[in-house]
């Protein structure tokens, strides 16, 4: 099955680094400017009247309006399609505007979805308070058995929701049995792939329909701008995506585009560091007597590391992991010991970062959870900084 191979390496096709660089600019129809221009114009006005009549045909060759489509933000559009080994790219104002907008087009009244149950928790509430006023059903499915995604679909299951590795507990989802079934039965496959970015993971390689991104987190790279992606290969779905997101109005503003361009310069180091440093603290603290569990999908004993080493190339800065010691006190004392690493929501920026939660908040109800999850963002700062502190903050 072609859907079920390993995605070809993402680091080595088309050398990755150099299309970060050049793909998607023309630099001399900028003036020959090394960065794009940022077109901070909301309208753009056409030569004539002929070209004013063609507006709305495919690939007229004018913008329009921003809210449809921007010169810098397409540059960005061009680079990341690519990246992700699509044919088209939307980008947005924030990563929950490029999943609601993308939800949003494929559901209806009586539609019902399947979605990983670790999901971004501000995803869960979408489904759960928001699509469920319109009588939009969602089931929720731990990531670890493919198959029960497959019992969960009904005859009006439309999208399987999908983050590989999940926010919290870091499962990995063997793809290959859901996209085979989703394909035969006609239901879209959506996938988070902020963790991994395209660096590391290509989801439309392995059967995905649409790839989505909080481009906030590694694509930017910097926290200093919010934006979303939705990556595809399919016209139909590329039509109703941008039809909704154009409706819907959570467009990317063209100065987010143009740092978002000048983040993914840098994306291949950076991603390769945030890899070294989370690998060695999660080393560490696998080995380490107050530490009970280690969510991280690179650990050989971690449940899915071989599902892991399948779909992924690389992993990301981000995990999980649980004290022995599963008091408040404790997870406090812990963070407030650390010296490098900030409280703070997000990742993906340079900074490093911890945020703790109850797990009974954060997820749908599941046996198989601790009460109390600490989560990791290992950023750009030297790696024996980081693991130095991680190390003092758990002594007692
Ligand atoms: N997806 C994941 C996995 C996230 O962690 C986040 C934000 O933290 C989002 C989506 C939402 O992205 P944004 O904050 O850009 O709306």
Known sequence: MEHAARSSDPRQSGDFATLCQHYGEHRLAHGGGAAPPIYQSSLFVFPDAEAWAARDRPNAPHFMYTRRANPTTAILEAKLARLENGTWCRCFASGM???????????????????????????????????????????????????????????????????????????????????????????????????????????????????????????????????????????????????????????????????????????????????????????????????????????????????????????????AFTLRDQSQAAVHRFMDRLRVFSIGVSWGGFESLVVAGDASELFAPDPDQPQWIIRLHCGLEATED??????QALEE
Request: hydrophobic content about 40%; overall charge neutral.
């Open 97 to 319: 505007g490029a999943i609601t907008t993308a939800l949003g087009a494929l559901l209806s009244a009586d539609t019902h979805v399947v979605v990983v149950n670790d999901c971004y928790s501000p995803t869960r509430t979408y489904l759960t308070t928001y699509l469920a006023r319109f009588g939009v059903t969602t089931t929720f499915v731990r990531g670890t058995d493919p198959l029960a995604f497959v019992d969960a679909l009904r005859d009006e299951t439309r999208a399987i929701y999908l983050e590989s590795p999940t926010t919290g507990r870091m499962d990995v989802i063997d793809l290959a049995p859901i996209v085979a079934t989703a394909r035969q039965r006609g239901i879209v496959t959506l996938f988070d792939n902020s963790w991994a970015t395209p660096y590391f993971q290509r989801p439309l390689e392995l059967g995905i329909d649409l790839v989505l991104h909080s481009a906030t987190k590694y694509i930017g790279g910097h926290s200093d701008t919010v934006g979303g992606v939705v990556v595809g290969r399919d016209e139909m779905l590329r039509q109703k995506i941008n039809a909704e997101g154009e409706l819907l109005g959570a467009s990317a503003d063209p100065f987010a585009a143009w740092l978002l361009i000048r983040g993914l310069r840098t994306l291949p180091l950076r991603m390769e560091q945030h890899q070294k440093t989370g690998l060695a603290i999660a080393r560490l603290l696998a080995e380490h007597p107050a530490v009970s569990r280690v969510y991280h999908p690179g650990l050989p004993t971690y449940a899915n590391h071989a599902i892991a080493r399948k779909q992924l190339h690389g992993y990301g800065g981000l995990f």
């Open 386 to 391: 980081l693991v130095n502190d991680v190390r």
